[in-house]
């Protein structure tokens, strides 16, 4: 089971949430640690699922299709429930679909100001692809892999991510 998230005082925490934490957000998870360390940043990332069935794989395609794309899932990834604690560690918190940001805005309250799309500057939510043929969840991969990396320009143009 993956250990409680615990953030270095030295690099911010990015956050990643979805809905079961099985598809979306651990691809995504994988992606931005992936381009985060490809532009030689300091920071953490992690995801959780606002209705996560707690210690489950991730989903057999989100694994096959982050792997052919060289972008791993960490083989100790298991679903975990979105926590305040947690969600309140992170600099931003990435969500895929509106409903999660208001989800987060009635469960979280105190961290919905720091909540926003991964499609953001696409003006795209990401749909959940977890009853999905493999096409989807490439589709998915794709549209994660532009979100990560706007928003990583942006956190470096702003400062927030070094």
Not at 9 to 29: D, F, W, Y
Not at 69 to 91: N, Y
């Amino acid at each position: 089971m993956t250990a409680p998230i615990q953030p270095a005082a030295e690099h911010p925490l990015l956050m990643v949430v979805c809905t079961g934490n099985i598809c979306r957000s651990p691809m995504a998870e994988a992606v931005l640690r992936d381009q985060i360390k490809k532009r030689g940043l300091a920071a953490q990332v992690a995801s959780c699922g606002l209705d996560a069935p707690v210690g489950r794989l991730p989903h057999r395609y989100a694994v096959q299709v982050n792997q052919a794309r060289g972008v791993p899932i960490d083989e100790d990834k298991r679903s975990m429930r979105c926590s305040t604690t947690a969600l309140k560690q992170a600099l931003i918190i990435f969500v895929m679909e509106d409903h999660h940001r208001h989800q987060i805005l009635h469960r979280h309250v105190e961290v919905g100001g720091k909540t926003f799309l991964l499609g953001h500057w696409q003006e795209q939510q990401i749909a959940d692809p977890v009853q999905s043929p493999l096409e989807a969840f490439e589709v998915v991969y794709e549209q994660i892999e532009q979100g990560c990396a706007v928003w990583l320009d942006h956190l470096v143009a702003a400062n927030m991510v070094g």
